[in-house]
């Protein structure tokens, strides 16, 4: 797409210089602010400085999302944006009759697969497919359409319904924090690194409520077990289980206090996600009772940390 020009191919681009550099001009002087432009298509000419400015001042201006025709742009803001994400707002695009109208937002891409599932006399599937460089945003997102179909399918009729209902809710959301553990770790890039790919299924019957999930992972970075690049470090799920584990655990476990083990590199480094308490918690709500937990923290042989290896 950017290799074309109005309508010309790049071939004859050299010729077109001075009539793309007038209509750059224009474009980037013209009377609206180009943090207004909410939709890339709108953008002429299409080249890469001006996607670029336009998304620059989009984001200048705290506006994150920017639509692409039927794609939709996510600017990773790099800091909390609470107003963006509350359920409120959800409701608000819910209950939008035209949500594409409102402001370009992740909610609009999940409220229309809603819709699209909805309005079909026979309903047929509906793929979101989230995808970018690693640190741009995609685990982020795909957690917020979690969170966004949890409040929006999750409305049934009767009080027992509503209580399954509530309770798949609290499992999807309960499965981030296991998958995450386990699966993500700290690169150089992203604090909070995805080591490998999912596929998340989300369920819902002929009343569109939710009724169940399936996470299918793959692809998982196996071999960051053993060698971790400089500066990074192994999967979250070590480095809670040895800054959380009780002192009954660590005889268990056989992790003395303070060990430091050559395969879990950059221990110093606190991390939010070092919080072993929310991954227990996720897996008891998963129901991955404490002993099955006990069982999968285990270590089986005995490691002998580097430390007390010098004594
Ligand atoms: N919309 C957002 N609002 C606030 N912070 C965000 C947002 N999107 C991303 N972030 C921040 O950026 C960090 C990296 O995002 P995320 O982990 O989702 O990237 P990713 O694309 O999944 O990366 P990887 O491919 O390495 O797993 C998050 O931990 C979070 O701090």
Request: glycine share 6%.
């Amino acid at each position: 797409m950017l290799q074309q020009v109005n309508g010309h191919s790049s071939g004859s681009v050299a010729q077109n210089l001075p009539l793309l550099r007038e209509g750059l001009q224009e474009f980037l002087g013209g009377d609206t602010p180009l943090h207004q432009l909410d939709d890339l298509t709108k953008v002429n000419p299409v080249t890469l400085e001006t996607v670029l400015r336009c998304l620059q001042a989009r984001y200048m201006a705290d506006k994150f999302y920017t639509n692409a025709g039927c794609t939709l742009v996510a600017l990773n803001p790099f800091k909390p944006v609470p107003p963006l994400y509350t359920p409120e707002l959800m409701r608000e695009y819910h209950a939008a009759s035209q949500p594409q109208k409102l402001k370009p937002h992740i909610f609009t891409v999940g409220e229309q697969s809603y819709r699209n599932v909805k309005s079909l006399i026979e309903p047929v599937n509906q793929s979101i497919v989230v995808s970018g460089e690693s640190g741009a945003g995609k685990t982020w997102t795909s957690r917020c359409l979690m969170k966004f179909y949890a409040v929006v399918a999750a409305s049934p009729a009767s009080w027992e319904s509503h209580k399954i209902a509530e309770r798949i809710e609290q499992r999807i959301l309960n499965s981030n924090p296991v998958m995450e553990a386990f699966g993500n770790a700290c690169t150089l890039r992203n604090n909070n690194s995805s080591r490998f790919g999912k596929f998340i299924q989300l369920q819902m019957n002929s009343a569109q409520q939710m009724t169940g999930a399936a996470v299918q992972t793959y692809l998982l970075e196996k071999t960051r077990v053993a060698c971790q690049a400089t500066n990074e470090r192994n999967f979250h799920i070590f480095y809670q289980i040895c800054k959380g584990a009780s002192e009954d655990e660590r005889l268990q476990w056989h992790l003395p206090e303070g060990a430091v083990f050559s395969w879990l590199p950059n221990p110093e480094k606190t991390l939010e996600e070092d919080c072993f308490e929310v991954t227990r918690e996720a897996m008891l709500h998963l129901g991955i009772d404490t002993p099955t937990q006990s069982n999968i923290f285990k270590v089986r042989r005995k490691v002998i940390p580097l430390n007390m290896q010098q004594r």
